[in-house]
């Protein structure tokens, strides 16, 4: 694999660059940067810019309205969007589903369900994990009973990331009992505004409404929005968890946080000297450092194999985490006392208080124990070990 980029490639990340630079709305950029909290219409706003373009969905066939474009072209993208302080699009949509739908979907969802993800005109949420089924999914039981043209489902959903703002969610549904368990799930298609669902918030430890319980008590389904054949829904499930894990290593988002990591570590004295002189800090800067660019190499393979993801999808997803986790507790340590006030009203974009010592210390408690859920989500990476075990090892 050449790791040099072309000519070509290189007038691409040009041709990126400019175009962010000039459309990127700077109160979107200012709240990423600052790690302020995003609003609906933030991620919605810059989502629509980009399609407008033809940019929003970099992985999808031309066929359906994507970009088609190379590997390293996403690659180059997702770099320049992650350093420009860009919302990453949201994924449950256009990353998540839409392959799922692309794939095994019928010629109706296609039609219809496509063209309103590329829009944003549908906000999708994703349910799979239930209280008790969150590791082992395969043990859920929200169950859908076939009842004319309809499914009839009833139970409920957790961690349903930023639900409160979903016109959709795709969830997996227990439609047969008397087989192994994974037999018996299907991939259902659900409207948020159908009676019978509601959505409760759980707020996080940062004080966040990120994450929601979402409940279903005799929803009608059409069965027109069941994806493929009924009691495959695992293979679709596993299908969709392959593309989720790939994304959730952010390299791009990473490295602007070890830019500013170490411009941080530079302006912070620590026994009269700045702290990025000192030897023991910047051999764990390093160490990030490495990591980080071993990450990048091992996405560009996993881009550039062309063929659905596999167990490679969980290494990237356990070393991405692994250095998300990292550059929060490093931006801690960094700041210093600075950083030691958990003061979660400094991530709204409107607040006015004072900073003290570096402009986003303020908020810097409140990321640092939102990122502790990264190596939980899209599968534990304890999980994701035993997968590699499996599938990699042969144990």
């Known amino acids: 694999m050449d790791l040099n980029y072309t000519k070509e490639e290189q007038a691409f990340r040009e041709e990126v660059r400019s175009f962010i630079r000039g459309n990127l709305p700077k109160d979107i950029s200012e709240k990423v940067l600052y790690h302020k909290r995003l609003a609906k219409d933030d991620w919605v706003r810059w989502q629509k810019i980009l399609y407008k373009q033809g940019w929003v969905a970099p992985n999808w066939p031309k066929e359906y309205g994507g970009c088609a474009w190379s590997p390293i072209q996403q690659h180059i993208f997702e770099d320049e969007c ?77 961690w349903t990331t930023l639900g409160q703002h979903a016109d959709m969610i795709f969830c997996l549904v227990r439609t047969d009992s008397t087989v192994k368990k994974q037999e018996g799930i299907s991939f259902l298609l659900i409207d948020m505004k159908s009676p019978g669902v509601s959505v409760r918030p759980i707020i996080t430890l940062d004080e966040e409404h990120e994450v929601n319980e979402t409940f279903f008590d005799d929803v009608k389904v059409p069965a027109q929005n069941l994806v493929g054949e009924e009691g495959k829904g695992w293979t679709y499930a596993k299908f969709l968890l392959g593309h989720e894990r790939t994304g959730i290593a952010r390299v791009g988002e990473s490295k602007r946080e070890l830019e500013q990591l170490k411009t941080i570590a530079a302006q912070q004295l620590r026994n009269g000297r700045p702290l990025a002189e000192d030897p023991r800090f910047r051999d764990r800067i390093t160490q990030v450092e490495v990591e980080l660019m071993a990450l990048e190499i ?27 986790q990292a550059l929060t507790e490093l931006t801690m340590d960094a700041m210093g006392p600075y950083a030691l006030p958990f ?19 303020a908020s810097a408690a409140a990321v640092y124990f939102n990122y502790r859920k990264t190596s939980i989500y899209g599968g534990s990476n304890e999980i994701q070990r035993n997968i590699i075990s499996q599938m990699v090892l042969g144990l």
């Open 82 to 158: 992650g350093y420009a302080g860009a919302p990453r699009v949201m994924p449950f949509g256009l990353v998540m589903v839409a392959p799922v739908i692309m794939n095994f979907g019928s010629k109706w969802q296609k039609e219809y369900f496509l063209p309103r993800i590329l829009s944003s005109e549908d906000w999708w949420a994703q349910g799979y994990s239930e209280p008790g089924s969150g590791s082992d999914l395969a043990s859920l039981k929200c169950k859908a009973v076939r009842d004319g043209d309809h499914y009839i489902v009833n139970g409920q959903k957790t």
């Open 298 to 324: 091992t996405l560009l393979r996993v881009l550039s194999s062309r063929t659905k993801p596999g167990p490679e999808a969980s290494i990237l997803k356990i070393k991405g985490t692994d250095i998300q």
């Open 343 to 361: 003061r979660p009203e400094a991530r709204a974009a409107g607040w006015n208080g004072e900073p003290v010592g570096p402009e986003d210390a």
